[in-house]
DNA sequence: TAAATTCAAGTGGTCTGACCACTACTTTAA
DNA sequence: TTAAAGTAGTGGTCAGACCACTTGAATTTA
C-alpha cells in the first residue's frame, strides 16, 4: 500500500552530493569527485551514481568532460526547458501559478527599484527598442531585476519565468514595456504597476 | 575541436522515449515499454536507457512502480522548481537576500489577500494567541499563505522560509503579529505593510 | 464450486566488472 | 630543448548477474 517511503539509492547520492557541494562550498566551475570515488564513498555502485549525476546533469546544474570529470556549471535551464516542453501537456492550473507569482515577482521587482535610488534608464530603452529577440519579457525583466542588487531575488524570478514560457510577444509589445520603464524611471510605482498589468491582460 | 556535438546515448534514449510517447499519443498513467524492451528496441544497453529513464523521473514526467513498470505522471512544474530551487539555495547566498525575498514574498501575500474577498480570522486570531511553538513567524505566515490559493507560491516562500532559519521569538511578537492579521482582516494594506516591517526591524 | 495458496514470469533496483575513448601529464627519445 | 610516446585517471557504455516486488495463472484446499 503506503510504499512510497522507499527511497532509491541514486537519490541518496543526489542529495549526498548536494551535501558535499554544500560542504565544501563548490561553485560554478568547481569539479566534483570522479563516479568512481563517489562509489566508494557514498557506497554505492558506479552505475547508481550514473544515474544521479545523469539526472542533475539534465536538469543543467552539472556539466561533464569525457576524459576530465564532472564539473558545476551555472544554471541556464533552457535546454530544460526545452525538454519539457516536448513531454508536458501542461495543465491550465499550473500555467495560471506559474503566471501569477511571476506577475508578483515583477511587481515587487518594480516596486523595489522604485524605491530605491532614482537612477537611469536611458540604456535599456534604448537596448529595448533595438531588441531583435524572441522574447521581449524575458529581456526587459533580466535587465531590471538585474538592478535590484539580490541576487536570489532575480535568480527565483528566472527559474519561474523559464517555466512559464508561453506566448511570445507579438510587435505591439515593444510600446508596452517601454511604458514601463520610463514609468519607473520616473518613480510612479502605481503606474508602472498599471504597466505591467496591461501587459498581462493583453 | 567541434566536440560539442557528441551526443550521448542516455540523451538519444530520452529522444527516442519522447517520439514514442507522442507517436503512441500516451497519457498520464499510461505504461511505457519496459526497460529491457526499451534497451532492446533502442539498441542500448540496460544501463543507458536507466540513466535516461532516472533523469526524466526525477524531472517529475515519470513515476515507476517496482515489479510493475514505468509510467507516465502528470507533469508538475513545482516539482522541477522546487528540486531546482534547492540547488539554486544552496550556492552561496547572503542571509540578508533570503531575508530579503522572504520579506518581499510575505508582503505579496499580504497584498493578495487584502485585494481578495474579505474573510475572517478570527480562527487565526485564537490560533495565534495559543500556539505554544517556536516559530511563530512560519505558523502565522503558513496559514496566510494557504488563503491565497497558489500553492507554488507558498511552496517557494515555504523554501526560503526554511532556508532563512531565523529565530526564536519572544512574547512581544505576538502582539506584532496579531496586528498584522487585524491589519488584513481590516483590508487596510498600508497598516499591514507596516506591522511586517516592524517585525522585521525588530 | 469457491476460496485460498502457491508458483512462475515479468518488472524495476542494484551491483560488478569489463572495455573503450578521451584528457592531461610524465617519461622518453630525437 | 623539443617533440613524441607512454601512462594514469576520467567519463561512456555495455553485458550479465542477483534481488525485491507485483501480478496473474495454476494449483491446492475448503
Not at 28 to 43: C, F, I, K
Not at 170 to 188: A, F, G, H, P, T
Request: with cysteine; hydrophobic share 35%; charged share 25%.
Amino acid at each position: 500500500m503506503t510504499n512510497t517511503s522507499k527511497i532509491k539509492v541514486y537519490q541518496e547520492v543526489l542529495d549526498k552530493i548536494r551535501q558535499f557541494i554544500e560542504a565544501n562550498s563548490l561553485s560554478e566551475g568547481d569539479r566534483l569527485p570522479s563516479e568512481r570515488e563517489l562509489a566508494e564513498q557514498l557506497n554505492a555502485s558506479r552505475s547508481s551514481v550514473r544515474e544521479a549525476l545523469r539526472a542533475i546533469e539534465l536538469l543543467g546544474l552539472i556539466e561533464t568532460k569525457h576524459g576530465e570529470g564532472t564539473f558545476l556549471k551555472t544554471y541556464r535551464p533552457y535546454h530544460t526547458v526545452e525538454l519539457l516542453a516536448t513531454f508536458v501537456l501542461r495543465q491550465p492550473t499550473t500555467k495560471h501559478e506559474l503566471l501569477e507569482v511571476r506577475h508578483l515577482l515583477e511587481e515587487q521587482c518594480l516596486s523595489k527599484l522604485i524605491s530605491s535610488e532614482q537612477q537611469s534608464f536611458k540604456e535599456l530603452i534604448d537596448s529595448t527598442k533595438q531588441y531583435n529577440g524572441q522574447d521581449l519579457h524575458t529581456f526587459v525583466f533580466s535587465e531590471l531585476f538585474e538592478l535590484v542588487d539580490n541576487e536570489l531575488f532575480y535568480k527565483i524570478w528566472h527559474l519561474i519565468n523559464n517555466f512559464s514560457q508561453t506566448t511570445y510577444s507579438n510587435k505591439l509589445d515593444y510600446d508596452r514595456y517601454i511604458n514601463l520603464v520610463l514609468s519607473v524611471e520616473s518613480q510612479d510605482l502605481s503606474s508602472a504597476l498599471q504597466d505591467l498589468n496591461s501587459i498581462y491582460e493583453k
